[in-house]
């Protein structure tokens, strides 16, 4: 039989605990809760977690430590973010020490849970996708190693967070291929939600910073107007999309 996935989550308020392990032992998750971020931490090192769902403000280690820590750890544990703190400012800095999601308190407790599953979908299906693709894909100066999970460019290692490699790997798998917004949100973060194709804007200029040589001008991820965006080699587009 199947072990039952273990999710750990760390969050001082209590209610919130609660009705989310609630629901997640519903879904026949196996759920431990740290409300401290010392004993948070304690946990997460001992390893064997399939997901971990975070609050930033915590008494001992904060969770933005926590996400550095969990990211430096030879396994890879996917991370959700929950905070009050809902400003741009700490939902990038979180995204860029490497959670896979962020979610604003207050939220929706299902929407939550639908967003776990999704992301362990989403991690089951590129750990599949690994197997079957274990060499690495390089095109246009772009070189992805999707074992190591590896990126460089022009020769160049660069870093990525979780969420900005899997959207560059899914983009220099279909090259040349235009995806619309809601394309990416069902293949990448695993999910459809009408509203949150921003989410999507705002990984491609991210990514766009990163890999292209002047981003404003980028030669790698094309805007297709009116349909989305694709991935070509610089140079080799003759389509006559705008750039």
């Known amino acids: 039989m ?24 519903d879904e026949r998750y196996t759920v431990v809760h740290s409300a401290d971020g010392n004993e948070g931490l304690r946990l997460l090192e001992q390893g064997g977690w399939d997901a971990l769902i975070l ?32 400003g741009e400012v700490h939902r990038i800095l979180g995204l860029e020490l490497g959670a896979d999601d962020y979610l604003a308190k207050p939220f929706s407790v299902l929407e939550l849970v639908a967003r776990v599953k999704a992301l362990l979908r989403r991690v089951d299906a590129l750990a599949r996708d690994s197997r079957i693709e274990a060499g690495t894909v390089e095109i246009g100066g772009v070189r992805i190693d999707p074992l190591t999970r590896e990126v460089s460019v022009d020769g160049t290692r660069i870093e990525l967070t979780p969420r900005e490699f899997d959207l560059l790997h899914h983009f220099a798998r279909h090259p040349g291929k235009a995806f619309s917004r809601m394309d990416l949100l069902n293949a990448v973060w695993g999910y459809q939600h ?36 694709k991935f070509v080699a610089p140079g080799t587009d003759d389509s006559g999309e705008t750039r």
């Open 55 to 86: 609050d930033l403000m915590l008494p001992g280690v904060d969770g933005l430590e926590i996400c550095r820590r969990a990211r430096a750890m030879a396994r890879y544990t996917p991370i959700i973010i929950t905070s009050a703190r809902s």
């Open 194 to 229: 009408e509203g949150y194709e921003h989410t999507v804007n705002t990984h491609i200029n991210r990514l766009r910073a990163k890999i292209e040589a002047n981003p404003a001008q980028p030669a790698r991820i094309l805007t297709v107007w009116g349909r989305g965006y």
């Open 2 to 25: 199947e072990q039952p996935r273990r999710i750990l989550i760390v969050e001082d308020d209590i209610d919130i605990a609660n009705v989310l392990s609630l629901h997640l032992r």
